[in-house]
């Protein structure tokens, strides 16, 4: 087991390497259009092939897993410190803070996750440029994604706070911000840096979701969602078989994320 | 009695934090109040304002959030700008679909789901766990709207995807509660007696997993309705997955609030049942 868990992170670091040297590996830009080549099939100059509107699609797919694959975990990042503060601080302070912290929990966990991130996001512009639309894809992903992961973190405060030792270093005359920050906060660490990693496979995923709705990263710029979109054009599963490369693209790195995350997952 | 008032009222501060929330997001939401008889050029100012103020522009929140809710509860749930049509008619039209669509979504996941974690907790040889577990670690790897996309493409119904949605968190989670479950002491000593397989599941593992699954229960409905999104809108089927899609589209902000509030109402409905019914029924507190 050990050996699949190395090869999935070596996957993975291999993934992400490719995808920050897509300006070398990716034969062109993600937008340059072959008006010539719409729909083409691989070939030694495109691998896999053109698009509809003859862009190339391993650049595509190279400029794509750089969004998809670098913004998820800058969202995880940004989920688990919103989770850390609201989770930790109501953990720590107990009380009517706590029970507060627990009622918004329970109103963001009860809010099926998509149907508040497409409410959230027919709030603020549609038609923006394509950097804006994947900024706003994740920060959204960002923002909303702490709910489960402060509920977490407000349980393990709140039983650090009731141990031996914090009861300890309150005695010796620790309190306040010193208490918090010098003992409770890295004893979270496991716990948050858990978060952290099993949030970014679902982050992924949820892009994916809102990519191939339409309500994600806006074109040109590519997204493993906004790729997987052009399987709608598609009505049968024979005769093109490159197609379907971004999907198993997706499929292999979330099951290197879940394979690579066992730990985590059981600390989480 | 003192838990299911705590329960009651928790859901009630719960219902009112969403009507807030839910409320101050349309009122907030650009566009709010503006409607397209202003781009007649022959208006004068003094009609746009009287139009404006007719929509409710000028109202202070707290005032807008008394008569947003006031109307909630006489029934009036809105009027959906981009369908023309008042929001409870499209709801009415809509629910049933995707209801038939969720609980068969919640009957296979929860069926396959439970039925092969009991085969692979209890089961000697490891074929029926690895063969599922792999068949769970896929469909978890795959989001909803790609399944919906690939049911197309294969021509297949797509009110089976919820239940393939649902289907590996229930398989796992449940899966690793029952050999949990299944290694405590007491089901080890039931096992040296000579107990069978079916009666040691039933009477002597199933009744330690049944509240955290329960729990889970609550959990997959939230999961279910969420998976109707990208389903409805992608399998074209007429639900309120496909009209709050219809509306993030067109931003009609307050057909897209009440659904997700009556969405959540029904999530919490859910958990709230499940968590009083895996309560314990004599004894101490949990």
Redesign the interface.
Known sequence: MKGVRVAAILFLAALVAASLLAGFLAPVSYAHQFRDLPDAAPSHQHPLGTDDLGRDRLSRLLYGTRVSLLLAPAAALLSSLLAALIGGSAGFVGGWLEAAVM??T??F????????L??????L??NVSPVTSVAITFALLGCLGWAAAARVICANAHKLCGSDMVLLARATGSSGFRLLWRHIVPNLMPVLSAQFWISI?VFI??E??L?????GVAEPLPSW?SL?RE??S????SGQPWHFVP?AL??LA??CF?LALQKQEAWA | MRKVCKYVSRFLLVVGLGGILGASLVRLAPGYGVDEEELDSRLSQESIQAIRQAQGADESLPSYFFHYLNKLLHGDLGYSRRLHQPVGQLLTARLPETLKSVGLGLAIGWTFGLGLAMVAAMSPSGFADLGASLLASILLCLPAAVLALLFVIAQAPGQLIIGLVVFPKVFLYARNLLAESAGLPHVLTARAKGLGNLRILLWHVLPVAAPQLLALAGVSVSLAFAAAIPVEALCDLPGIGQLAWQAALGRDMETLVVLTMIVTLVTLLANTAAELAGRPTHGGER
């Open positions: 009622a918004a329970d109103l966990l009860s809010l099926p996750w998509l149907f508040l497409i409410t959230v996001r027919a709030l512009p549609l496979p995923l949820t994916a979701n990519g191939v709705l339409g309500l969602g997987l399987l709608e598609f009505s049968t599963f999907l997706l499929i979330v099951s879940h």
